[in-house]
């Protein structure tokens, strides 16, 4: 270098990368403290919501996703926390060169967590919890927009855009996948498995017993609570008819069948055999309500039918069946009995009207949302199982209401909307016929 010429002195920007500087407001403007109070005021309402939800989630959310959505909520909750006191020294002192950059990105953090919870309100039936985020929402955009029109110093504009937009990106995947694909993914559903042993006699030749071996098997990937599951067995007079059956009578046998209102029995429309409807002659549980199966597990129980050898019945035929309910989307407390059909138990009209003859046990559990956002923007929820039983049959029903809506009857698809929320599902088996007349050859 000759003596005359002066080094080159190059500044932090032309080492680092283009710095992007936002048009400065007036210093009246920037200064007011009223535009500061605001954007702390947004920002700690939003570190203070959504570290509770996320905390909540993270310790108690049913299922991976929405644990991890708590994760998310609560490292949005701590940003904001950490962008309030960057706002505050972006403000008066400057101390930090980058510190209103870090507000702004606190401020749009806030803003989309805000909107993700929010299109999760309008699922819920909190109008006040809508309202709050609402206004959450709409301030957090305000704030960005306030923070955007001040001095901000960004490095490497494209750089901090492109992992702002990554960020983002991951949350509403997560959204997306938790709130909208997954409801809508093809269910799990276990199956139940009966087998009929073979009839023995008793030691006096007056009675036989049937064994009869049920077993639930949960080959998914899921865990379900039993909500209740029933086994009743049908006696069965089917005596056969001298003459070949005319059409007319098969027409009459399958206008009488669809009519069955309650528990349909089906059979086959038969030239020779005359089909009398079914009577109860045994039913019970056959596993505790509120028992659960985890997955890739099994439940297995035997029971036994036992009748008289000299029936009048030609046949039994065994039922069983079983209401269940996803794990991952409820929690359920203890199903307790709280009354009967007998004894002013209260059946909803619904169910109870035109059947008089039959009767209802009546078990309750209080439902919890699956993750910390339902269980606070949703109304409290009881599911209520009816184990019905009468002389032609017994089933089971099960029902999710508010309290005070027992008697509400939903339309064909805001039922299944609300089983499919819930995970509920029912299974079962039979019938299977077992004809006696074996067995009362031995007489």
């Known amino acids: 270098m000759s003596p005359g010429d002066e080094p080159v002195r190059t500044s932090p920007e032309s080492r680092t990368g283009p710095r992007l500087r936002m048009p400065r407001l007036p210093a009246s403007s920037r200064g007011s403290l009223a535009v500061l109070v605001g954007i702390l005021l947004v920002l700690l309402v939003s570190t203070f919501m959504l570290g509770w939800f996320g905390v909540e989630n993270l310790g108690s959310a049913l299922t ?17 926390l950490l962008g309030s006191a960057a706002a505050v020294d972006h403000w008066y002192r400057n101390s930090f060169t980058y510190s209103g950059m870090v507000a702004l990105i606190a401020a749009i953090a806030a803003l989309v967590a805000n909107v993700m919870i929010l299109l999760e309100t309008f699922k819920g039936d909190s109008t006040g919890y809508r309202v709050l985020w609402a206004l959450l929402t709409a301030a957090s955009l305000w704030a960005a927009l306030a923070l955007w029109r001040t001095s901000v110093v960004i490095p490497a504009p494209k750089r901090v855009a492109a992992a702002v937009i990554v960020t983002s990106s991951i949350a509403v995947a997560n959204f997306g996948y938790q709130h909208l694909y997954q409801p809508y993914q093809r269910g799990a559903k276990p199956l139940v498995k009966m087998t009929v042993g073979e009839p023995m006699l008793s030691q006096d030749g007056q009675a036989f017993s049937v064994p009869i071996d049920i077993r639930l098997e949960n080959r998914s990937d899921v865990g379900f609570y039993v909500i209740g599951a029933e086994f009743h067995a049908m006696g069965e007079r089917v005596p056969l008819s001298e003459t070949d059956r005319l059409r007319a009578q098969w027409r009459d046998d399958a206008e009488k069948w669809s009519k069955a209102q309650f528990f349909p029995e089906a059979h086959p429309l038969a030239r ?26 099994e439940l297995h129980t035997r029971t036994v039918v036992q009748l008289p050898i000299d029936t009048e019945y030609d046949q039994l035929a065994f039922y069983a069946n079983v209401s269940l309910a996803r794990k991952d989307r409820l929690g359920l407390e203890n199903l307790v009995p709280v009354g009967n059909s007998w004894s002013g138990g209260k059946v909803p009209r619904w169910i109870q009207e035109g059947q008089e003859d039959i009767d209802s046990i009546i078990y309750r559990g209080r439902v919890h949302e699956n993750n910390a956002i339902a269980n606070h923007t949703m109304d409290p929820r009881s599911l209520t199982l009816f184990w019905r039983f009468g002389p032609h049959g017994a089933g089971l ?15 064909g698809a805001e039922d299944h909307a609300l089983r499919n929320r819930y995970g509920l599902v029912d299974a079962g088996t039979g019938p299977f016929e077992r004809t006696l007349w074996d067995v009362k050859s031995r007489r």
């Open 397 to 411: 029903v099960p029902m999710i209401r508010r309290e005070g809506e027992e008697d509400l009857i939903l339309a």
């Open 64 to 80: 991976y996703t929405g644990r991890f959505t708590g994760a998310i909520l609560l490292a949005v909750s701590l940003t904001t």
């Open 272 to 297: 020779w055999e005359i089909h009398q409807p079914g009577e109860l002659v045994a039913a019970h549980p056959w596993t505790f309500a509120g028992n659960w199966i985890e997955a890739d597990d």
